[in-house]
Nanobody, 125 residues
């Protein structure tokens, strides 16, 4: 599986961005897709995840209500819509794919098998 993340950029506080994670090599339909971020000088943290089989979604408390993860089966692509962005959302965002998750493990980066390159999101006025 190859993953290609895109959509990052510079946005003002309160603005929105939509990140895309396009998968190739095999279908996502048996996998889960996760978004993680890493700010400068900080550890990587979980942002959101989606289970392709049933559409279940999971969010970090810090983004709940502002970010939405979704999927397009036809395009083999997952999205992360980020609204009401804050300066503390500034980070490199990466998407990842894996399978065999349970609720307690879908937030764990170490459980994901495939990773795309990161895309920079900067929230600043």
């Amino acid at each position: 599986v190859q993953l290609q993340a895109s959509g990052g950029g510079l946005v003002q506080p309160g603005g929105s961005l939509r990140l895309s994670c396009a998968g190739s090599g095999r279908t996502f339909s048996r996998d889960s897709t996760g978004w993680f971020r890493q700010a400068s000088g900080k550890e990587r943290e979980f942002v959101a995840a989606l289970r392709w089989t049933d559409g279940s979604t999971y969010y970090a408390d810090s983004v709940k209500g502002r970010f939405t993860i979704s999927r397009d089966r036809a395009k083999n692509t997952a999205y992360l819509l980020m609204n009401n962005l804050k300066p503390e959302d500034t980070a490199v965002y990466s998407c990842a794919a894996g399978s065999g998750f349970i609720v307690s493990t879908i937030r764990q980066a170490s459980r994901y098998t495939y990773w795309g390159q990161g895309t920079q999101v900067t929230v600043s006025s």
